[in-house]
């Protein structure tokens, strides 16, 4: 199983930055994919920004140029620098990861997803 945790959101005025952290814990065959994600409210939960299994980088354009994200620690922690933050970026900030939980899941392609409990952010002035 693997646990993931965030840490980070908290109150800005507008043009501020925040810095969220995750840290992944547990085990599994292999994580593929981690990342960042975001719902506000009244609206579908969308990505922010996220390493591909390739270790490419996808951003949302709505953060691209703004947000930066990254890892540390040997990959157990993964961050999400926010700067200039925008009243449009309030919403609760979720950490993301998918993989196999165990050589048999790997062999039938059979994905798992695991979610933080999320961390709010919110930019107002």
């Known amino acids: 199983q693997v646990h993931l945790v965030e840490s980070g959101g908290g109150l800005v005025q507008p043009g501020g930055s925040l810095r969220l952290s995750c840290v992944v814990s547990g085990s599994a065959y292999s994580i593929k994919t981690t990342g960042w994600y975001r719902q506000a409210p009244g609206k579908e939960r969308e990505l922010v920004a996220a390493f591909t299994s390739t270790d490419s980088i996808n951003y949302a354009d709505a953060v691209r140029g703004r947000f930066t994200i990254s890892r540390g620690g040997a990959k157990n922690t993964l961050f999400l620098q926010m700067d200039i933050l925008k009243p449009e970026d309030t919403a609760v900030y979720y950490c993301?990861?998918?993989?196999?939980?165990?050589?048999?899941?790997?062999?039938?392609?059979?994905?798992?997803?695991?979610w933080g409990q999320g961390t709010q952010v919110t930019v107002s002035s």
């Open positions: 993301n990861a998918r993989g196999f939980r165990s050589l048999y899941d790997y062999r039938r392609r059979y994905e798992s997803e695991y």
